[in-house]
Antibody
Framework: QVQLQESGPGLVKPSQTLSLTCTVS??????????WTWIRQHPGKGLEWIGN???????NYNPSLKSRISISVDTSKNQFSLKLTSVTAADTAVYYC????????????WGQGTLVTVSS | DIQLTQSPSFLSASVGDRVTITCRAS??????LAWYQQKPGKAPELLIY???TLESGVPSRFSGSASGTEFTLTISSLQPEDFATYYC?????????FGGGTKIEIK
């Protein structure tokens, strides 16, 4: 059973960089066949796809965030990470990581999500 | 970006009711559509992919269908555990996008 777990600061100051890591267990990122994805959900709102990464490092980003985001992978730790720069209050959201099949496709396993609040 | 319009955004129903949620895509996406269920404080869970394929372990009372750019999620007999918010997602074109959600509440 694949499990994903997000980790990182729950509070980030405006203009700083949000950094989150997703640790995967029950499956190997470097095994291939899957993309690893970040999604966010603003409080009380719908879902927004942020971007994804393959174990080789290939990425796809949402153009609305592309100038500020970077997704990386560390296969030795079975982790992938998100960095979002120059954050504002509008970036306050629950951030989820998820597994995606041969992209683009549906997300079959999700982390529990982590709330990140942007505030001074 | 491909826009997905879900309707209704809110639905009040009773246990045992047959419920239908619609998702309209702004352009053709063939059958590249998934449905998710989300309960408060939890991550979404995949219900259906490829418009009509039930994810493993999902009860058979859930079904999906497609006609052109209109997609439908049907719950044949609503159960207490089905009261939740449902989202459609297109997986045809980047950026992947979601519908605005349909919240099903107890009447």
């Amino acid at each position: 059973q694949v499990q994903l777990q997000e980790s990182g600061p729950g509070l980030v100051k405006p203009s700083q960089t949000l950094s989150l890591t997703c640790t995967v267990s029950g499956g190997s990122i470097s095994g291939g066949g899957y993309y690893w994805t970040w999604i966010r959900q603003h409080p009380g709102k719908g879902l927004e796809w942020i971007g994804n990464i393959y174990y080789t490092g290939g990425t796809n980003y949402n153009p609305s965030l592309k100038s500020r985001i970077s997704i990386s992978v560390d296969t030795s730790k079975n982790q992938f990470s998100l960095k979002l720069t120059s954050v504002t209050a509008a970036d306050t959201a629950v951030y989820y990581c998820a597994r995606e099949g041969a992209s683009p496709t549906q997300f079959d396993y999700w982390g529990q999500g982590t709330l990140v609040t942007v505030s001074s | 970006d491909i826009q997905l319009t879900q309707s209704p955004s809110f639905l009040s129903a009773s246990v045992g009711d047959r419920v239908t949620i619609t998702c309209r895509a702004s352009q053709g996406i063939v059958s590249y559509l998934a449905w998710y269920q989300q309960k408060p404080g939890k991550a979404p869970e995949l219900l259906i992919y490829a418009a009509s394929t039930l994810e493993s372990g999902v009860p058979s009372r859930f079904s999906g269908s497609a006609s052109g750019t209109e997609f439908t999620l049907t719950i044949s007999s609503l159960q207490p555990e089905d009261f939740a918010t449902y989202y459609c997602q297109q997986i045809h074109t980047f950026p992947l996008t979601f519908g605005g959600g349909t919240k099903i509440e107890i009447k």
